[in-house]
T-cell receptor
Framework: GESVGLHLPTLSVQEGDNSIINCAYS??????FIWYKQESGKGPQFIID?????DKRQGQRVTVLLNKTVKHLSLQIAATQPGDSAVYFC????????????FGKGITLSVRP | EPEVTQTPSHQVTQMGQEVILRCVPI?????FYWYRQILGQKVEFLVS????????KSEIFDDQFSVERPDGSNFTLKIRSTKLEDSAMYFC????????????FGPGTRLTVL
């Protein structure tokens, strides 16, 4: 079956360094991708999204890259801070309000002081 | 800032009992969802709801599950006869129809079935 998945289960980075979290998706029909951050005991929090007609989108300290050729999505966090420590999920869906999110397994980002 | 709220934060129940998980979506949102997350696993879609009816449901959402929007603000998930494997975090989400894509999640209800 088609699925969204993450390459690495954990990532440990030094405070101030840049972080890169990768995700592979296999549903070529998906046209909208989102990164969520989940802190302990909380629900997923939207970070940034990208549509399939784009290959890069930047937010505040975060950048999402989409490579449709190899079905790859990445999240780059600049100058990683202790507050960035959390589990990060990529998710995919079809454009439209009535479409479900399909989540990847999640990767834990740990920021070393 | 508007947010999705959920009650209770933690529910403990005996196997076979009925539970109702409650959610108050963001007030001007029209699409509502339930997801669940078994400890240490990914978030899984259960059901979506629009215009007072189910739009889509997953294979997890069997006859033991039901959803309801009893009034203009609440959105509930009922599990009629809980099983041990229903133990999970249950997240409610809502979506502003005009934008169409960003789903806003509540803090979740931790359900523990003993």
């Amino acid at each position: 079956g088609e699925s969204v998945g993450l390459h690495l289960p954990t990532l440990s980075v030094q405070e101030g360094d840049n972080s890169i979290i990768n995700c592979a998706y296999s549903n070529s029909a998906s046209d909208y991708f989102i990164w969520y951050k989940q802190e302990s005991g909380k629900g997923p929090q939207f970070i940034i999204d990208i549509r399939s007609n784009m290959d890069k989108r930047q937010g505040q300290r975060v950048t999402v890259l989409l490579n449709k050729t190899v079905k790859h999505l990445s999240l780059q966090i600049a100058a990683t801070q202790p507050g960035d420590s959390a589990v990060y999920f990529c998710a995919e869906k079809y454009t439209g309000a009535n479409s479900k999110l399909t989540f990847g397994k999640g990767i834990t980002l740990s920021v070393r002081p | 800032e508007p947010e999705v709220t959920q009650t209770p934060s933690h529910q403990v129940t005996q196997m076979g009992q009925e539970v109702i998980l409650r959610c108050v979506p963001i007030s001007n949102h029209l699409y509502f969802y339930w997801y669940r997350q078994i400890l240490g696993q990914k978030v899984e879609f259960l059901v979506s709801f629009y215009n007072n009816e189910i739009s889509e449901k997953s294979e997890i959402f069997d006859d033991q599950f039901s959803v309801e929007r009893p009034d203009g603000s609440n959105f509930t998930l009922k599990i009629r006869s809980t099983k041990l494997e229903d133990s999970a975090m249950y997240f409610c989400a809502s979506n502003l129809a005009l934008l169409g894509n960003e789903q806003f999640f509540g803090p979740g209800t931790r359900l523990t079935v003993l």
